[in-house]
């Protein structure tokens, strides 16, 4: 008779090796909560007693603030854009043959290989060339650029694994295309627009290299005013910051499990 000592070792390191993958992912914003919530003067963990006195000091902070509505501005103002202009390009490259399909694909991943750094020099001088340097608009074409690939890649996915006979039953029912689009197709992708959506609005909250390029005074992002005041001071500042972006994340992945579920949507 085989042995199952195998199949059980296995199946335990398994186990094992996922729970050390949760823990390590768990652990940095763990010990980042910890750090905010300290009575002392540095960011350490475990944390010297417990206040909510760097919550304060961040909220009384004008440039971590206006730098934090910065970045939710300029992160759903991407995610729309990228959705609205993602959609169309990967509705038409999906659903029609035409000539310089490929290459449009290849044009719309391509900001995936590119180095940011070199993709902010170019879009950098491209933008002062035609009068938009140092603006809003200007650092929110270079978010649309660097969000849009994700935003085509995962609405192609999804509109490669929708099931095209709803669309085909609303058409034999005499719909409109444009009904069948608004009524059927797009129903049918809301957790792809979601899923597209996270991704989207992350890479744009998260950036820090392109906005260092295209950013000016009085508009710095988050990340950016981050590592600026890293550079002269390592105060429980940062951490209590953190924890509000920490804090802001969960609240949008309970909003869109409480609309759609993470599990249709991932």
Do not use: C
């Not at 909220?59 to 995610?79: D, H, K, P, R, Y």
């Not at 192609?156 to 034999?172: G, I």
């Not at 906005?211 to 951490?239: C, K, M, R």
Request: aromatic share 12%.
């Amino acid at each position: 008779m085989k042995s199952q000592w195998p199949d059980r070792f296995l199946a335990v390191a398994g186990v094992l090796t996922q729970s050390l993958v949760y823990i390590t992912m768990l652990l940095p914003p763990i010990i980042v909560v910890g750090a905010s919530l300290t009575a002392g003067n540095s960011m350490v963990f475990p944390p010297e007693g417990l206040s909510l006195r760097w919550y304060h000091e961040a909220f009384q902070n004008t440039a971590f603030m206006n730098a934090f509505v910065m970045s939710l501005e300029l992160g759903f103002a991407a995610m729309f854009l990228s959705l609205a202009i993602g959609f169309a390009g990967a509705y038409g490259m999906d659903r029609y043959r035409f000539f310089g399909r490929e290459t449009l694909r290849a044009t719309a991943l391509s900001p995936l290989i590119v180095p940011v750094v070199v993709l902010g020099i170019g879009l950098l001088q491209l933008l002062t060339a035609i009068g938009f340097g140092q603006t809003f608009f200007g650092l929110l074409i270079g978010h649309v650029i660097i969000t849009l690939p994700y935003v085509v890649r995962t609405l192609t996915t999804s509109l490669a694994l929708l099931d095209r006979s709803y669309e085909e039953a609303a058409a034999n029912l005499r719909a409109a295309p444009h009904v069948v689009l608004r009524r059927v197709t797009l129903p049918l992708l809301l957790p792809g627009f979601l899923s597209a959506g996270i991704f989207a609005f992350v890479i744009s909250f998260g950036n820090i290299t392109l906005s260092i390029f295209l950013g000016f005074a009085g508009a710095e992002t988050l990340p950016v005013q981050i590592f600026t005041y890293v550079e002269h001071s390592y105060d429980p500042t940062l951490a209590a910051v953190s924890t509000m972006v920490i804090v802001l994340t969960v609240i949008i992945m309970l909003a869109i499990e409480r609309i759609a579920g993470m599990d249709k949507v991932l």
